[in-house]
């Protein structure tokens, strides 16, 4: 197989992947969902799709060690509107940005697992990102 056949293969492979994965009808407003990396759903909500693309930071400090501050931890999620560009966003456990304002919607992030329990490096194909909508507050 040629190297460009290759890639346009990966490439409609990636297209399918995003069409198909997750709950068709996706999590409803309030309800909690967690995404391994590369998962994604649609939302109900304007049919935003969601993407849960990688750990770039995980500085939490480990259950069985005393640190001077709780640590974070950045995930960068992927925002696909149905109508638009997709666009990655960056939002942490502890410190900075916690949520993406989806118009009168706002999707958090609630929990980054596993929690780290020593000092050792967590692989990345085991980290688990726990989200949620809600309707804002004003």
């Known amino acids: ?17 995003w069409g198909c994965s997750g709950d068709p009808t996706g999590p409803e407003v ?3 969902f967690t995404l391994e990396p590369g998962e994604g759903v649609t939302l109900e909500l304007d049919g935003i799709g969601v993407r849960f693309m990688r750990v770039v930071e995980d500085s939490r400090c480990p259950l069985r060690v005393q ?3 709780a640590g974070d931890a950045a995930v960068v999620i992927e925002l696909a509107p149905q109508a638009g560009d997709a666009a990655e966003h960056t939002l942490h456990t502890n410190m900075g940005q916690k949520s993406i304002v989806l118009g009168r919607y706002e999707l958090s992030l609630l929990e980054l697992s596993p929690y780290p329990d020593e000092p050792r490096s967590i692989s990345p194909e085991d980290y688990r990102a726990t989200l949620v909508v809600q309707e804002r507050l004003e």
């Open 1 to 17: 197989m040629s190297h460009w056949l290759k890639v346009c293969a990966a490439l409609l492979s990636v297209g399918i992947s």
């Open 30 to 32: 309030g309800e909690s």
């Open 67 to 69: 640190c001077v501050w």
